[in-house]
């Protein structure tokens, strides 16, 4: 689990680091909890990634000791309308023990609001929703190992 965690990390610090380097109004949001984005991270920028599952099932929630994530298959990207509540979304993620229960409303609803985004950057495998504790309510998408 402790290897599954830590590669997961690199993932989300990967998306984070992306994310960042071409968005300035986001890399201030990241650097305003706290993260350092600059120095040897840059290295996580070369990075290449490669698709080698497929997501199935319903979604799960599951914790690393770096925050959350949120697996999503492609199925249940396709069946939700574009206008989806995020309660709906909610209902279909479960009930959520532990410190991310406190976070899933709120992934929830950058879920259902970037619906169309998700869809975009799925490519049938499904993807995930990852939040940091370093970066709490800032979400990153990314597609499955």
């Known amino acids: 689990m402790a290897d599954e965690a830590d590669d997961r990390w690199r993932d989300v610090l ?16 990241v650097e305003a909890s706290g993260a350092v984005l600059d120095g040897h991270f840059e290295a996580v920028l070369e990075r290449v990634h490669r698709n080698q599952s497929t997501l199935a099932g ?8 770096w ?19 995020p ?40 993807l995930h929703v990852s939040m940091t504790w370093m970066a709490p309510k800032i979400f990153v998408p990314g597609l499955p190992r």
């Open 67 to 85: 925050g959350f994530q949120l697996s999503i298959p492609h199925a249940m990207l396709a069946l939700w309308p574009d206008d989806v509540e």
């Open 87 to 126: 309660g709906v979304i909610v209902a279909a993620i479960g009930p959520v023990k532990g410190p991310a229960s406190a976070f899933v409303r709120r992934a929830a609803y950058y879920v259902a609001t970037r619906l169309g985004e998700l869809r975009a950057l799925d490519r049938g495998d499904g």
């Open 14 to 29: 990967f998306e984070l680091m992306k994310r960042a380097k071409g968005d300035p109004e986001f890399r201030a949001r």
């Open 58 to 65: 319903p979604i799960s929630c599951t914790e690393y000791w």
